[in-house]
C-alpha cells in the first residue's frame, strides 16, 4: 500500500481542518489505518486509528475533537480535525498495516507527512 497525504496548513486556535490519505494498492480495504504525528523534538506519537477488530480508536489528547474515518471507495483515510490547539502542530502521518499495537508508530507502510500548524 502507498499512501500520500494532504489537507495540512496553517489554521488559528479553535479552527479546523480536514486531512486525507489517499491509498493505492489492492490490500487496502484490509488494511488497520493509523494516524500520528510529530512535533520538532519530539517522538511520534499515536492519533488515531482504524482498526477492524477495535473500531476507531483515539488518543486521550484529541478524543472528542478529531474523527477518523474511511471510504474505501475512493481508497481514502480522512482525520477531520475540529477545536484545534496549538500543542495540535505538528506534521501528520499516515500508516496502514500496524505490525503489532496500532497504539506503536511501526506500521508496514507511511505516507510522507503534512504539516499542520496552530496558531494561538
Known amino acids: 500500500v502507498q499512501l500520500e497525504e494532504s489537507g495540512g496548513g496553517l489554521v488559528q486556535a479553535g479552527g479546523s481542518l480536514r486531512l486525507s490519505c489517499a491509498a493505492s494498492?489492492?490490500?487496502?480495504?484490509?488494511?488497520?489505518m493509523g494516524w500520528f504525528r510529530q512535533a520538532p523534538g519530539k517522538e511520534r506519537e499515536f492519533v488515531a486509528a482504524f482498526t477492524w477488530s477495535a473500531g476507531t480508536v483515539y488518543a486521550d489528547s484529541v478524543q472528542g475533537r478529531f474523527t477518523i474515518s474511511r471510504d474505501n471507495g475512493k481508497n481514502t483515510v480522512y482525520l477531520q480535525m475540529n477545536s484545534l490547539k496549538p500543542e495540535d502542530t505538528g506534521v501528520y502521518y499516515c500508516a496502514a498495516d500496524p505490525r503489532g499495537s496500532f497504539y506503536i508508530p511501526q506500521y508496514e507502510n507511511w505516507g510522507q507527512g503534512t504539516q499542520v500548524t496552530v496558531s494561538s
Open positions: 494498492g489492492r490490500t487496502f480495504r484490509r488494511s488497520d
